[in-house]
């Protein structure tokens, strides 16, 4: 037994040896980024990673956040949620008690965000949530912030954009019953499109649930509905799916889409299909001018292809919180005044000049921004179609 | 946290690094549980004073939360500096209290014992509260972690009736879960919450608390209604029929919610109150392993033995087959539902799609990997699993690489899973060693 003490001993004094000593705490601040690098929808967290990585290395090319006049180190604190809620709870409780973050960018998702959120705020640490379109996930917390525009202002955009485009009375929406953005943005936009053309006008209503991969039942009644347009609010993969197998029913009349399609995915697994349709998105990547293409050349030079629009929510929401510490005055150097001291500055920010558009938060924490109607040019790219604003 | 040392007796040291180990636990041995926990306390508290001055010393950021893991994984040059805070203010402190004090310990737990066995119990309890106290206070992060994998263990034990005692192989477990999720939450927001969904609070939100534990209640009869309701239908089938029943079933539960407009559907439904204290999640567990462990102990239980091991059999020995199939299935979900609604309070959100696949194949990685059959094995796969999960967390993808190909391991090396057919008997774990 004695000898066994020693070996431990031995190993403990080992150990010390080649510690290196208590080297002096530098002045560093953190900033959280919580997003599903495992999971469901692992491109979603990769895109957040990228973005969050790009805009490190400016801070880093500028020597750090000047503050007050001083100019302090930064550290990105990047936490996988697995897209999962309790994940995202936990590791924004890390990163908020551990990590001792300034503020926290992410989750991505409604399903994280809302949680997650509930503990930034509990904790009174400003968190904002680039991609998230659950009104749940801001209301009622001061501390919590959003990146995009919220389906209440989306269904009507893409509604009044249907009327003036194509001068249809009538439409037909597709979409999944069990996956809370299509369903949300599915009813929106129908009461939007009934308030124009009336009670009614909305001629096929189909839903289909996560994971099916035949819609053509709903297809065909949507068809034989006599609608002029189908609207489907849904996620790459099954957007593929809907276009190809409509155009193979004999749909030839415009399919329209909303803010989710603007993944590169769509047009690699649709093809031609999804040539000349259009969606409502936060950006457009072909045609982009100024900071916006300045960030996608960037983008793809270094990750080798177009950033989808997570990707840029993201860096804009990093450019926010950016704002917002500079424009905080002065680090007291404790964390909890500081985080409130961020808050207060990102409530203020006027005008923010993103690469996804103008933005100013509302009370709520929502911001006031700009739509963007993107068409998928003949070679793919999706391009400028025009913008409404609120 | 949970130190089950094993009650081996070895024949002296021999040569080598196994006659160390082998020295290593009888030296040890004669230490009682007492010892232990009182080791774990001192350890405890020995961080809670001086952890800050020797994680600085040590060149640490903050102390070390769980075992120094995330620290190592993020930085590897911090490694020897983690290695040494846990040696020096986990390990010494316990193995020296417990052994050093380990005659005074079992005089004590020997005068306990005699006083009553169950006072012993309760006192044992009480320390290891304390202990989980005193380490969740440092953290919230440990907190929250520790509430999650109590919840776990719930979750796994109520499995493991059906499973590992039963015989059966269910699937519908998130189905129950969720039952018991959203019959919990509905009723604490309706009765003491002011809410968008359900109005103002019908009580005054201050006695919320106190009813707390109806709600957790409500939340087990839910799911083990759920339970009736497909084991019915499913009586007449075994093996892969059932599993695919109760698959349905999960199915069927999930589809329910998403389509249920009143609790929210695919949004889900948030702002539970902060009820789920460490206190009830943690008396909530003791509970559940209290009740599961007598449970599978009692004539019901070995019934439920015997119908897994032949059917036909336990019917001639006037074992009611169908009655006690029916109990253990409905008690099973009980306690799944209640653990439900002790996540749902802990997370205070609920969404249909968390009570999906993954989930069930987290809980079965839990029960398989513990042991079938076991209390003990449930504990152990519980806790390992989620604080693995937890403290593998840094490594991103390869955490889902390392924990499945452990998973295999166990398989290969234990095919019925860590600590399987074994009783668990606390009488003998609280007491005195000599």
């Not at chain 1, 750090?64 to 100019?71: M, P, S, T």
């Not at chain 1, 924004?92 to 503020?103: S, Y």
Request: hydrophobic share 45%.
């Amino acid at each position: 037994m004695k000898r066994s003490l020693s070996l431990v001993i031995g190993c403990l004094v080992i150990a010390l040896a080649l510690t290196p000593c208590a080297w002096a705490k530098s002045k560093t601040i953190k900033i959280g980024i919580n997003a599903p690098i495992t999971g469901d929808i692992p491109k979603v967290g990769e895109g957040s990673k990228y973005a969050a990585q790009m805009w490190l290395e400016d801070v880093e090319a500028a020597g750090g956040l000047e503050v007050g006049g001083q100019k302090y180190k930064v550290e990105l604190v990047i936490e996988d949620n697995e897209a999962k809620a309790e994940s995202a709870v936990k590791a924004n409780t890390k990163m908020i008690t551990q990590d001792e973050v300034l503020a926290i960018v992410g989750p991505q998702s409604s399903k994280q965000a809302v949680p997650a959120g509930g503990v930034a705020n509990d904790w009174a640490t400003p968190m904002i949530t680039p991609w998230s379109t659950n009104p749940d996930s801001t209301k009622d917390r001061p501390y919590v912030f959003r990146g995009c525009f919220l389906d209440p202002f989306q269904g009507p955009v893409v509604a009044n954009f249907i009327t003036e485009e194509f001068g249809a009375a009538k439409a037909a929406v597709l979409y999944d019953v069990a996956s809370d953005y299509p369903k949300g943005l599915a009813e929106f936009f129908k009461i939007a499109w009934e308030k124009i053309h009336g009670p009614g006008s909305v001629v096929a209503f189909e839903s289909f649930t996560t994971k099916d991969a035949d819609f053509s039942s709903q297809l065909t009644k949507i068809i034989q509905s006599g609608a002029e347009v189908i609207f489907t609010p849904q996620y790459y993969n099954e957007v593929a799916l809907i276009v190809q197998q409509a155009h193979e029913l004999g749909w030839q009349k415009p399919i329209v889409g909303s803010d989710s399609w603007g993944s590169a995915e769509t047009v690699n697994l649709c093809g031609p299909d999804c040539y000349g349709l259009f969606f409502s998105s936060h950006y457009a990547a072909a045609g982009a001018t100024g900071s916006t293409k300045a960030f996608i050349d960037r983008y793809e030079k270094k990750y080798g292809y177009v950033p989808d629009d997570v990707a840029a929510l993201t860096w804009d929401s990093l450019g926010i919180v950016q704002k917002a510490i500079e424009s905080m005055g002065k680090m007291t150097g404790n964390i909890e005044k500081d985080r409130t001291a961020v808050r207060n500055a990102l409530a203020k920010v006027k005008d923010f000049e993103g690469i996804t558009g103008k933005m100013t938060f509302t009370e709520d924490g929502d911001p006031i921004k700009c739509a963007v109607i993107v068409k998928i040019n003949d070679k793919g790219e999706f391009e400028f179609y025009k913008s409404v604003c609120p | 946290m949970t130190n089950q040392q094993p009650e081996i007796q070895s024949n002296g040291p021999s040569k080598g690094g196994k006659g160390y180990f082998k020295a290593f636990r009888s030296y040890f041995s004669c230490v009682p549980m007492l010892g232990w926990l009182a080791g774990i306390i001192a350890a405890v508290l020995f961080e809670r004073f001086l952890g800050d001055q020797i994680s600085e010393l040590l060149g640490l950021p903050k102390i070390p939360v769980l075992f120094g893991c995330m620290i190592m994984l993020k930085d590897f040059s911090l490694i020897p500096s983690a290695l040494a805070f846990l040696v020096g203010v986990y390990f010494i402190p316990i193995l020296l209290v417990g052994r050093a004090l380990a005659p005074v310990f079992n005089g004590l737990a020997g005068m306990i014992y005699k006083i009553s066995p169950m006072f012993s119990v309760v006192l044992h309890l009480a320390l290891l509260y304390l202990a989980l106290h005193l380490w969740a206070d440092l953290s919230a992060y440990r907190l929250m972690t520790l509430k999650f994998t109590l919840v776990a263990v719930m979750l796994t034990l109520s499995l493991n009736v059906i499973n590992g005692y039963m015989g059966e192989f269910s699937c519908s477990h998130p189905g129950f879960m969720a039952l018991g999720a959203y019959a919990a939450s509905v009723f604490t927001l309706v009765l003491f919450t002011n809410d968008r969904f359900f109005g103002e609070a019908l009580l005054s939100p201050s006695m919320g608390v106190y009813f707390f534990p109806v709600a957790i209640i409500l939340g087990g009869f839910a799911a083990a209604l759920g339970a009736l309701v497909i084991a019915i239908p499913s009586f007449r089938t075994r093996g892969d029929y059932l599993a695919i029943i109760s698959l349905a079933f999960m199915f069927i539960v999930k589809s329910l919610i998403e389509n249920l407009e009143v609790v929210g559907g695919p949004r889900g439904l948030g702002s539970q109150p902060n009820y789920a204290s460490l206190p009830m999640v943690f008396g909530w567990t003791v509970l559940c392993i209290w009740v599961i462990n007598n449970f599978v102990r009692s004539t019901l239980g070995k019934a439920l033995n015997a119908v897994r091991d032949d059917e036909s059999a336990a019917d001639a020995m006037t074992v009611n087959t169908r009655r006690t199939k029916m109990v253990g299935f409905l008690f099973g979900a009980f306690w799944a539902g209640a653990a439900g609604g002790l996540f749902a309070h802990i997370l205070r959100y609920v969404n249909p799609a968390s009570f999906g696949l993954q989930r069930l194949a987290e809980i079965l990685a839990m029960v398989y990997f513990g042991g079938l059959n076991s209390v003990h094995g449930s504990i152990v796969g519980a806790v390992s699993i989620s604080l693995l999960g937890e403290a593998l967390r840094p490594l991103e993808l390869f955490k889902w690489i390392i924990i499945p190909l452990l998973l295999i391991l166990v398989m290969i090396f234990r095919p019925t899973g860590l600590i399987a057919f074994k009783e668990f008997n606390v009488k003998q774990l609280v007491r005195p060693r000599n």
